[in-house]
């Protein structure tokens, strides 16, 4: 079913509406000069993976990009367990976002109202479960991540996905399942929608997030392969290095840790790293007894 035609409601300026009539005038800025910011947040269990940093860094995109959302991060915190459970959700995927209404049209927009709604839907697997666990093959695009002088390059901004949506495309049309962007100086960056890690004689090397997304499921492996005690290093990194490197995998909130088995003309074993931390993460991930609410009051 399209995503306009869905049964379900979603949380709309504050209201749950049905899910079909949360619409916007065409005349929306947001459409028209991509003055709109976004989450991707995955439940588990009928919690929200740190939920908290995620509405953090929605309020954080928006102020980038010059807008406040006119919601408190409880409210918003509020409002996303609101929908997922309205949708009858216990695992799920929850997208916020926020943009510049209607009222003033061109460039300008200083009076401009300033709009979230939040809807959640069911999202098992970003990649083919199949290929999955093989490891899934990578193209190397064509598009690079802009100089953060460029574009705002912190925040989760609808506009930088242009370049997102063109690499993907160009990957998808030659058989692969995504593309790796360098950035702007030809250093390893991320995929178009998730952040890449990289195995070597036991090390694990991930590129600097300077300018890209220090994506929150990117901190959490950092941290589990700490807790690991495995050695890890952040550092620019060259693609012809991927010669040399022996392990790959993505990770965002959507594709959760996906081992790599193909970037272009390079080739990656999944291999003990990549299986620990893909297990960790999913543990993670998991509610624990004493977080929920029931076990708290009882
Ligand atoms: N990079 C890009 C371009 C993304 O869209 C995402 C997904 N939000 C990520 C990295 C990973 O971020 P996170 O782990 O916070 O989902």
């Known amino acids: 079913l399209p995503f306009d035609q869905r049964d379900g409601v979603i949380w709309f300026d504050g209201e749950m509406v049905a899910w079909a009539d949360a619409k916007l005038h065409v005349l929306t800025h947001g459409l028209h000069y991509a ?10 269990g009928g919690r929200i993976f740190k939920l908290d940093e995620h509405t953090r860094r929605l309020r954080a995109s928006a102020e980038i990009l010059g807008f406040d959302i006119p919601y ?4 918003i915190n509020r409002a996303c367990e609101e929908v997922l459970a309205a949708n009858h959700l216990v695992d ?16 300008s927009a200083q ?7 939040i809807a959640a839907w069911e ?12 490891g899934i093959r990578l193209d190397l695009a064509q598009w690079r991540r802009p100089d953060p002088a460029t574009a705002p390059a912190k925040s989760k901004a609808a506009g930088l996905y242009m370049i997102c949506t063109l690499s993907k495309h160009a990957a998808e049309r ?3 399942a995504d593309a790796l962007m360098l950035d702007w100086r030809g250093y390893v ?3 178009t929608g998730a952040n890449v890690f990289f195995v070597k004689d036991g ?3 991930t590129p600097t997030p300077d300018c890209f997304l220090d994506g929150i499921t990117r901190r959490t492996v950092i941290d589990l392969a700490r807790r690991r005690g495995y050695e890890l290093i952040e550092r620019h990194i060259m693609p012809e290095e991927m010669n040399d490197l022996s392990e790959c995998f993505i990770c965002g909130t959507a594709a959760e840790v996906t081992p790599v088995s193909e970037i272009g003309p390079y080739g990656f074993v999944p291999g003990e790293i990549t299986k620990t931390l893909m297990e960790d993460y999913l543990a993670e991930v998991q509610p624990r007894a004493e977080m929920s609410p029931m076990a708290a009051s009882a």
């Open 123 to 134: 999202w098992p697997s970003y990649f083919d479960p199949a290929q999955r666990l093989k």
């Open 35 to 44: 003055s709109a910011v976004f989450e991707g947040e995955r439940a588990y």
């Open 203 to 205: 090390v694990i090397h």
């Open 92 to 107: 799920g995927y929850v997208r916020p976002i926020a943009w510049r209404g209607s009222e003033m049209m061109g460039v």
């Open 72 to 75: 408190s991060v409880e409210d």
């Open 111 to 117: 009076h401009n109202s300033i709009h979230l709604a």
């Open 174 to 176: 030659k058989g692969y």
């Open 189 to 191: 960056a991320e995929a």
